[in-house]
């Protein structure tokens, strides 16, 4: 009976030194699967709401908001543009919120370069950044820094490029 016990007490140490360790590190690469795909669920969702605002521009065309430099709006016109460059701003700063980190994995860094890539696009416009600073009031301080300081660079010394399309 004595080595039964002994077994038994063995095979409980094996367990612990073994089973116990091989349980953490299966429970830890489960949570970050678990939140590389929630990650990526938040990505998709963004680009989806980046998809519809894009939508929603194509159907408001008479304010060229593709065509650099745009032509004179009306008063009604420049209206519309403003709500859809809030939209536009509402978006960016999500997207900051929900993806960007000082220190990024690499598929972090490449989701955010995307969103980093259309802050830029539509900071080359003129007519963005003059918008910009009334869109800012009351956003995500880190958010209005970074999106003040893309527009600056973008704008460059000699101006935005040509006709580049923000889509």
């Keep these: 009976m004595e080595s039964l016990k002994d077994w038994l007490e063995l095979l409980s140490y094996l367990v612990t030194v073994i089973g116990l360790p091989f349980a953490i590190v299966a429970f830890q690469l489960e949570q970050r699967k678990e939140r590389r795909n929630e990650r990526d669920e938040i990505f998709r969702q963004l680009s989806d709401e980046y998809a519809n605002f894009l939508r ?31 939209l536009l701003v509402s978006l960016f700063e999500r997207a900051f919120l929900l993806l960007y980190e000082e220190r990024m994995a690499p598929g972090m860094r490449r989701q955010w370069s995307s969103w980093e890539d259309y802050m830029r696009e539509w900071c080359r416009r003129g007519d963005f950044r ?34 580049k399309s923000p889509a």
């Design 130 to 163: 003059a918008a910009l600073p009334g869109l800012l009031r009351g956003e995500d301080e880190a958010f209005r820094r970074l999106i003040e300081r893309f527009a600056r660079e973008e704008a460059g010394p000699a101006g935005p490029p040509a006709q």
């Design 56 to 86: 929603l521009a194509l159907e408001h065309s008479d304010l060229h908001l593709f065509r650099q430099p745009p032509p004179p709006l009306d008063s009604e016109q420049n209206e519309r543009k403003q709500v859809l460059f809030g």
